[in-house]
């Protein structure tokens, strides 16, 4: 079975610092890998996704994602962090090879961006 | 374009009534369509996957007679839950995956939610 882990409940980092946030998956078969954020009382805005080729993703709002294989592992990241990033960010996987394909989601990571 | 609506947005109901909540697929079509729901500060968790003109598919642990899918369209699958009790408050997102994807990659989108308070 597919899983996620977000290892971290919560991040904080200062305004204009460099921001990680940490995710690693579990699939059978090749992933596709997503990052989604989620501001106070509303839906899911995706941010980037990795299917296949060149490892470093680069989305939405100045955020990249870089795969690892070998380390299983899908961090997102943003060289500098702005006030407006602070929301929960999800990290999800999807196996397409296995007959159940779906997104299952990380628990979430809550980022707080100090000004 | 591909866009995901959900409606309601948020309902408030009594415990006992039962509550429907619909999910379209506006600029596309849908064959399957996913059912999540999300508890305050958690993760989103599937509920069901749903596919056009056959049974859903429960996740473990979902009561199939409480939460009943109807996905009787391309573009519409229903959630009803039914005798709704306060624990079934939530925030419920619906999730359509598009039949004709690019290169078979069958993207997935999400709608923006419907938060359900039952008193």
């Known amino acids: 079975a597919q899983s996620v882990a977000q290892p971290e409940d919560q991040v904080n980092v200062a305004e204009g610092n460099p921001l990680t946030v940490k995710c690693t998956y579990s699939?059978?078969?090749?992933?596709?890998l997503f990052w989604y954020v989620q501001y106070p009382n509303r839906g899911l805005q995706f941010l980037l996704k990795y299917i296949t080729g060149d490892n470093l993703v680069k989305g939405s709002y100045g955020f990249e994602a870089e795969f690892n294989k070998s380390q299983t592992s899908f961090h997102l990241k943003k060289p500098s962090a702005l006030v407006s990033d602070s929301a929960l960010y999800f990290c999800a996987v999807r196996d397409i090879t296995n007959r159940d394909d779906k997104i299952i989601f990380g628990k979430g990571t809550r980022l707080h961006i100090l000004p | 374009g591909a866009v995901v609506s959900q409606h309601p947005s948020w309902v408030i109901c009594k415990s006992g009534t039962s509550v429907k909540i619909e999910c379209r697929s506006l600029d596309f079509q849908a064959t399957t369509m996913f059912w999540y729901r999300q508890f305050p500060k958690q993760s989103l968790m599937l509920m069901a996957t749903s596919n056009e003109g056959s049974k859903a598919t429960y996740e473990q642990g979902v009561e199939k007679d409480k939460f009943l899918i109807n996905h009787a369209s391309l573009t519409l699958s229903t959630l009803t839950v039914t005798s709704a009790h306060p624990e079934d408050s939530s925030f419920y997102i619906c999730s359509a995956r598009d039949s004709v994807g690019l290169a078979g990659l069958n993207e997935q989108f999400f709608g923006p939610g419907t938060r359900l308070t039952v008193l």
């Open positions: 699939v059978s078969g090749n992933p596709y």
